[in-house]
């Protein structure tokens, strides 16, 4: 079976799903039960809680500087060593 490729699996196969998989079928189950404007209600309501959070003058430069930055990452966090 090929990685990745629900249509061929069978209920005898088993394997371990990665995050990445299991992340996607549920978002697949999700739009299933609840159909698109689930999601769309859901970005609106994202949306307006950044609104409110910060001003109109934060969101705009963050629009000139193609989106809200990320968190800085702490020094030596991940590293392997």
Same mark, same amino acid.
Do not use: I
């Given at each position: 079976?090929?990685?990745?490729? #629900?249509?061929?699996?069978?209920?005898?196969?088993?394997?371990?799903?990665?995050?990445?998989?299991?992340?996607?079928?549920g978002?697949?189950?999700?739009?299933?039960?609840?159909?698109?404007?689930h999601?769309?209600?859901? =970005?609106?309501?994202?949306?307006?809680?950044?609104? #409110?959070?910060?001003?109109?003058?934060?969101? #705009?430069?963050? =629009?000139?500087?193609?989106?809200?930055?990320?968190?800085?990452?702490? #020094?030596?966090?991940?590293?392997?060593?």
């Open positions: 079976m090929e990685r990745g490729n #629900a249509k061929h699996a069978t209920s005898c196969q088993t394997r371990e799903l990665t995050v990445r998989e299991a992340g996607r079928l978002g697949l189950s999700t739009l299933t039960r609840y159909g698109v404007d999601y769309r209600k859901a =970005g609106r309501k994202g949306q307006a809680k950044l609104n #409110a959070q910060f001003g109109k003058a934060q969101r #705009a430069l963050w =629009g000139s500087l193609g989106g809200r930055p990320k968190k800085p990452r702490l #020094a030596g966090m991940g590293e392997k060593g």
